[in-house]
């Protein structure tokens, strides 16, 4: 199967781009020497896993209770579930537990700290440390840490923290200062932990920029980052990706045509509303155009209007957009995360136009 | 099984609110004597087609051709897949019909309009009329309507419509203009092609605003509307839809809590990342925040920020959310076609909290 025999929209995935990106990564931890606990959220493939945790521990990050038991089920067994846990999902978790795998849940919080300590077959917990970007955890000299470890008793298993505030650096410089808080901010609070008595063996940290970016690893126990393996537009926008490193790219169909503009069935939905590169250096609308082949010889042309099915490609002045309907195109997105969610299966290729492999993914709850 | 007993985040769809959406846009259709053809790119749901359709011809409007074959394979068999057909989509729409189904196509092309003819199989096919949204189509006074309809030959059905402008009128009076020169428009195409010969049986107009502003539908055969449906914020911003009368909501819980505000389980995935109120007189961040029972008694609370799988509840000052991790809430949406999109079910209440059904929907392509 070719390219051009693909049903459109649909996402495409670049192997070797893919290959090397997960390359990258593994090459630049191994000189900190800090093993990487790949985060599945972004790619949600077992095919893809599979790459990713190749000569690493073999843990895995995720996002959801679904794709926990997606990769449970499909061998991966050592799961970081890093959303805070409720109350309510604790059965879940058990029964996956119960099934063979490991996972292991995140808190902030006193009451639920209890829940966890309480539940009749508890899963093991890190404590989510807030090193800045203020959205969840508590800091690291927060005295409700010690009480969250407590409660915990002989279930906590560490720390754990997300610099998700590294997407606002604007350098490199900048992502590497986060990265060094970020670090600080965790050891920190494992070192309070180990100073009253508890093993937090699991000192987490991660982003995708402040894993590429941090200088110094010390202490950290394991590494999280997921969107190092496909990168998009506003990874590098911020410096952290190879414009020429994209390895997902949404493949289109030109379904409409008027002067300086073509109509694609790539819309908000195949795409996402995601407009992150709003602010960034560079605004890409929707999503950047390649062509057909994903090369960037379509100059600036960008899908600047997104509509549920439809989305409106504004040609460069420089490279007009001559194609016939049904012609095809591919667009780079802005937030991979968000673009392939709404598909249910990889087309990979490996360079060229040969589809050499379908990999589903698990999406939802 | 009670609303509190599923799992988040996930769609609760109202039935009792969906049927008086239902009821009150056949009641205003029936006043002009016009049927409708429910647009299903919104509920994507044979349970919700059929509510839709009853009392009215029967026949449906779709925005994928993954829709098409799953209304068609339950038993609907009139369908308008009102995206602009590729060739390459052809064989597709052939092998649908051939099995029984009636799609009816799209084009404004001149091209595509050939190879529709020449196709082994050709579907009928309507020809798109631009009234002014500017996205797709041929104007009605433009010569290549004609030049189209040749090429179509026996295969023409007629003219269709969306004046998607209607989103953006800011108040009924203006979109009750835009509807008229829609409906305008596409009888004035119908008429240069009954002029030249073609039967044109099909005039088709329509969006949810201005099919329920419109003073007048002479010359029209048939509506089509979907988020009328369900509603949204965004339509009840541009006075098209009444805020209380939102039939779907996302149900979360709350994972997270800091003084004035919450972290909770539904984020730019399960809500989808759509501002369309961004520009609202009203803006609603990524939803409004309402209690577990879908109630408006938090006031002005809604979801400032969504990362992947978090939303950040910003509170209102006079409403303080004092709430428990595990607590519900249940958020409306900006626009709910796009936030249907990420969830493949709906949990189906009648306006208290005993689950009544689940309806299976269908995403991708």
């Known amino acids: ?19 090397r990106n997960i390359g990258n990564m593994a090459r630049w931890l191994a000189r900190h020497r800090v093993p990487l606990r790949p985060h ?15 000569g690493q521990p073999g843990g895995i990050t995720v996002s959801t209770l679904a794709e926990a038991e997606y990769f449970a089920g499909h061998g991966i067994t050592d799961i970081l579930y890093a959303v805070g846990i409720t109350p309510q999902k604790l059965d879940q978790v058990a029964k996956l537990n119960s099934a063979g795998a490991a996972v292991i849940v995140l808190t902030d919080d006193l009451d639920t700290a ?28 927060d005295n409700e840490l010690l009480e969250i470890a407590a409660r915990l008793g002989p279930y906590l298993a560490g720390v754990m923290t997300h610099a998700g505030h590294s997407y606002s650096g604007r350098s490199l410089d900048d992502i590497a200062r986060i990265a060094e808080t970020e670090r600080a901010g965790v050891v920190r ?57 994209i390895a997902l790219t949404v493949l289109t169909s030109v379904i409409g045509r008027r ?44 899908i600047r209007r997104a509509y549920q099915e439809h989305g409106v490609v ?41 589809v050499v492999a379908i990999w589903p993914r698990v999406n939802g709850w």
Do not use: W
């Not at 300086?260 to 795409?271: E, Q, Y």
């Open 1 to 19: 199967m070719k390219i051009e025999d693909l049903p459109t929209p649909c996402l495409v995935l670049d192997r070797t781009i893919l290959l």
């Open 40 to 54: 599945m959220k972004t790619a949600k493939s077992i095919d893809v896993a599979r790459l990713a945790t190749a």
């Open 114 to 141: 209890g829940a966890i300590a309480a539940h009749r077959q508890p899963p093991r917990a890190l404590i989510e440390i807030d090193t800045g970007e203020g959205r969840g955890g508590v800091t690291p000299d």
């Open 189 to 245: 609070a494992a070192e309070r932990l180990r100073q009253v008595g508890h093993a937090a063996p699991i000192v987490s940290m991660g982003s995708s920029p402040t894993a590429l970016h941090a200088q110094n690893l010390d202490g950290i126990t394991e590494v999280r980052a997921g969107v190092y393996m496909f990168g998009d537009l506003f990874q590098a926008e911020i410096g952290t990706h190879d414009l020429n490193s």
């Open 259 to 302: 002067p300086g503009r073509l109509l694609v069935d790539a819309g908000g939905l195949a795409l996402s509303k995601d407009r992150s590169t709003a602010d960034a250096p560079k605004d890409y609308g929707f999503g950047l155009v390649l062509d057909a082949a994903g090369k960037r010889d379509l100059g600036d042309a960008v």
């Open 314 to 354: 504004e040609a460069d002045p420089m490279h007009p957009l001559e194609l016939p309907i049904g012609a095809r195109l591919r667009i780079a997105p802005n937030h991979t995360c968000m673009t392939a969610a709404a598909h249910d299966r990889y087309f990979v290729v490996e360079g060229g136009d040969e």
